[in-house]
């Protein structure tokens, strides 16, 4: 391995402990100003007290899922539970140089824009031309997935029920649940899907 290799990984890793760390701290500190007891934050977001122990004192990175259910729990939102440490080293990517998926005939477009180290989530740009359709095939496998529709409309075909989203609509649920992904309109929507690669565990 070349040493500039060496460097980056001791950098990656150095990075990846110290977000964990804040993270935990950042958790810790918004329990204690409301005053909620570990076991209390445990039975409202039903995350084990084992779990939140071990994220409070920088020990484990909590995946997605887990995060979103502390966020709520706490009356939080993810976005100021996450320190902007990766702000420091700024990673552009041009949109000629994303990754493209396509599926349908090109009727379903995703372009990936981000997959983190740990490879717990993935970001994705999605365009829905009009028509209905199965899950795409690169979620199938996967588990909590959070959909917000940037543009036009979209609607969302579960087994026992039907949602129907505007334009700033989001939605979470469990990739094995969504039968379908229908367009109604005339012109193509477009929406951020946040893809969760790592189930909970308690």
């Given at each position: 391995m070349k040493k500039t290799e060496v460097l980056e990984n001791q950098t990656k890793t150095e990075a990846e402990e110290l977000l964990t760390s804040v993270l935990?701290?950042?958790?810790?500190?918004r329990r204690m100003e409301l005053g909620y007891s570990m076991e209390r934050v445990s039975q409202i977001s039903n995350v084990s007290r084992g779990m939140l122990g071990l994220i409070e004192s920088g020990k484990t990175t909590p995946s997605i899922g887990i995060l979103w259910k502390l966020s709520k729990a706490l009356r939080t939102t993810i976005a100021e539970m996450v320190p902007d440490l990766f702000l420091r080293n700024p990673k552009i990517i041009k949109k000629e140089e994303a990754r493209i998926l396509k599926l349908h005939k090109g009727n379903l477009e995703a372009r990936a824009l981000h997959k983190d180290e740990n490879e717990?989530?993935?970001?994705?740009e999605i365009k829905v031309a009009p028509g209905s359709y199965p899950l795409p095939s690169w979620f199938e496998n996967q588990f909590e997935q959070n959909v917000v529709v940037l543009d036009g409309n979209l609607e969302l075909n579960f087994r026992d029920r039907?949602?129907?989203?505007?334009?700033g609509d989001s939605a979470i649920f469990l990739a094995s649940d969504l039968l379908q992904i229908k367009n109604s309109a005339d012109s193509i929507a477009k929406i951020f899907w946040v893809n969760s690669l790592q189930h909970d565990k308690k």
């Open positions: 935990g701290l950042t958790i810790k500190k717990k989530l993935e970001l994705y039907n949602y129907s989203l505007e334009s």
